[in-house]
């Protein structure tokens, strides 16, 4: 998969489990270069994600929908997932 086909795919799967109402995804591989991961042509990627389902949600539990949502997108194709998963109103940029 190209980095291009993973980022949509990344986003495929996230707005069908959360429709959200912001989503911004970051190919940060390119800063990763000798990594582990990168040198195995797996990708790091950040996630911004603002969505009524993680209302009342903590942290590590916001974290958990994110993977469960990717599933094995995060075996196959990302080494490393930033996320930053807030409900509506929390959202600051």
Known sequence: M???ERTDEIRRLLE???SPSFLEI???SHHHAGHAGAAGGLGHFRVHIVS???AGLSRVARHRRV???LGSLLTTDVH???ID???PG???G
Do not use: K, Q
């Open 2 to 4: 190209t980095p291009s």
């Open 16 to 18: 069908a489990g959360f």
């Open 26 to 28: 970051e190919d940060e």
């Open 52 to 54: 009524t389902a993680f």
């Open 67 to 69: 993977y469960a949502a």
């Open 80 to 82: 490393a997932l930033a």
């Open 85 to 87: 998963a807030r409900a």
């Open 90 to 92: 929390e959202h600051s």
